[in-house]
DNA sequence: CTGAAAGCGCTTACAG
DNA sequence: CTGAAAGCGCTTACAG
């Protein structure tokens, strides 16, 4: 496939409505803009102009006189099909969308899960078409955070970049603290045969998770298996924790798809959850609470986070500096760590252990 | 909320790399475009230059000069939450991407929920910074179409547009094709009381569904119940045949995900599907397997769809008139409307009906 | 192979 | 309140 070169189109130009209208360009520009200063005359002839002329100012030539678009991107470092397997990216941007529509700026989403995608993302913010740009999922091996880093427009990134963070903005969950509290709270149950099911070892976050569990666990050697966020993964990760030989009685996962992947391959072999595992995630998300059992999870407050990270790419543009925020997570207890009513599983608890 | 006036960026111009490089902007501009016609050491003397400079072409600036952008915008007219509930919408966004990136142009996504994101996604088109566009889900109810349909830009529409079809292209399923088969497989299976759960009135595709099913059932009186095209509305719609005294042998629903909230609502009454009710989908999303008895439904052929869709974009750029397609589905047999073995189940199927 | 020049369509001080 | 003019940063015939 081949690029078709566009055929010429015709649109009037701010001339022709200036013709038509009897006025400058100047006027015509100042009515399109709303400016002060115009008759009421001069308005409604050049209103009537615009009509007969069908005319539309050219965003290009706009942009190119104001220097800045009005606009921002929310680039999305993986394809489309996994972008919509996991829950928390609908609420990242919705997010977004909720709280810049306020602001009176325009959001266009790239996908950019291929190379040749990337690469088109890259010049659309190098080529200074948008004012800023959001980054979402920025897996480490790409290098696109390194080779945006260096564009003249502000940058924010959800969650933690493993590199060049000084150029940028982030605002991310507090990872470690959030996982050592899930932790606790397993350990708080009275478990003791802990294990872990991590993300993937190049994404910065799901090596802070870790780091809290171990701080959780103390000196004990963790026991972990890896996963890739997807449910699936959870499901094979919980395979290989279950066929380690170890003894086990509660999984940390890194993530509530995983998670719900466990409770898949738990359920499957019998195994009751809480009673004999329990299990906590990481997100809150939407499916943490439509499983069985509902998944006990840390919740991250995508609403603070999303708003932080709106606050602070229209700081960035209006010339601050990068800031770095950490936003804390809430412990939600659902049947997989807990019974109900909380009294009975309690003392049932304390029987079969 | 306040728009913040970016502050002004130095960034280098074309006229600094000419400089720096001792050549006219002329020269720069050719080797910046791969243009031929350019000895060796003014192009080394550039492309150091454009090192020294830390230079980028202006976006705006090349587009307003060249005329067009490269680029085309895929308008989404849900919020995030419904299309990540809908895996549809994954499968032609991905499908768009997929052949749009072998074309050499970008793609950026407008999600066009709110009021004020259709008319940012509006002016969006209507200032010419796209070359095109592609609409997905067009309600009617909001009027984008008609806005959209005097912008002097080529669009195509996914499926088939209520209004103003003449001057914008589209690419749909042969939706009343496809109903009257699926209908027509539920009689061969030898039911006779049939009825439906029809997706939003104030959708096309919907109508036409319907209107195919009515084509295959004949001159009978349809006994309807009708859906938004979510889970939890198919399980609603469902409920309310099942409670409306009718004798109901099999039911055509409009997609697979209300499809998939009658089998629950089915499973819940403990209404086996398909001995009691046979039930028949539409979409093949990727529900349709997932769900237990997994669901036979009408494949839409999304690659086939995007495909024929990006062809008409770019025809449309090039300066083609607007064309329509229709495209057919693929009957897909599972559980919901056979047993396994098909044998077992037929005979049985006989024996209890 | 290269430079000078025109022009894409706007907005915005600057005079008046 | 309004017009004439400059200029945003490019690309592309046009000469040479």
Redesign the interface.
């Known amino acids: ?11 009037s130009t701010i001339d022709d409505v200036a013709a038509a209208a009897g006025v400058s360009r100047g006027t015509v520009s100042r009515v399109m803009n709303g400016k002060p200063w115009v008759s009421d005359e001069a308005r409604r002839a050049v209103e009537a102009a615009v009509k007969a002329t ?1 005319y ?9 006189r104001r ?5 921002v ?1 929310l680039v999305l470092c993986e ?3 996994r ?2 397997a996991d ?1 928390n ?2 609420v990242i ?2 997010g977004i ?1 909720a709280v810049l ?11 950019a ?2 190379a ?2 990337r690469a ?2 890259i ?2 913010i ?4 948008v ?1 800023g740009a959001f980054l979402v999922s920025a897996h480490d091996e790409y290098g696109i955070l390194e080779q945006l880093s ?4 502000p940058l924010v990134v959800c969650g933690i970049p493993a590199g060049v963070p000084d150029t940028v903005s982030y605002v991310s969950s507090d990872e470690v603290d959030g996982a050592r509290r899930a932790t606790e709270h397993l350990l708080s149950l009275g478990r003791s045969a802990l294990a872990t099911i991590t993300g993937p070892a190049d994404i910065a976050g799901a090596k802070l998770r870790l780091f809290g569990y171990q701080l959780a666990i103390g000196k004990s050697t963790p026991i972990t298996a890896e996963g890739d966020y997807t449910r699936s993964s959870g499901s094979l990760a919980m395979a290989r924790l279950l066929d380690s030989g170890n003894t086990i009685d509660a999984v940390f996962v890194a993530n509530d798809l995983m998670a719900a992947g466990a409770l898949d391959e738990l359920n499957n072999r019998g195994i009751k959850v809480p009673q004999e595992i329990a299990i906590i995630g990481f997100d809150d998300s939407s499916i943490a609470p439509a499983v069985s059992p509902s998944l006990t999870t840390m919740r991250q407050r995508f609403d603070d986070i999303t708003r932080e990270m709106v606050r602070l790419l ?2 960035g ?3 601050e500096s990068p800031r770095h925020t950490l936003i804390g997570t809430e412990l939600v207890v659902r049947e997989s760590t807990a019974g109900f009513p909380f009294e009975t599983f309690s003392s049932h608890h304390l029987r079969t252990i």
């Open positions: 496939m081949t690029i078709n070169h566009p055929v010429p189109r015709v649109r069908d539309r100012v050219n965003g290009h030539a706009r942009n190119l220097q800045h678009s009005n606009m991107a394809s489309a099909g972008l919509f829950p990216f609908a941007i919705e969308a529509e306020k602001t009176g700026m325009s959001l266009c989403l790239l996908i899960g291929t040749t995608e088109n993302a010049e659309m190098h080529s200074n078409k004012d260096t564009a003249n427009v229209l700081a543009i209006a010339g």
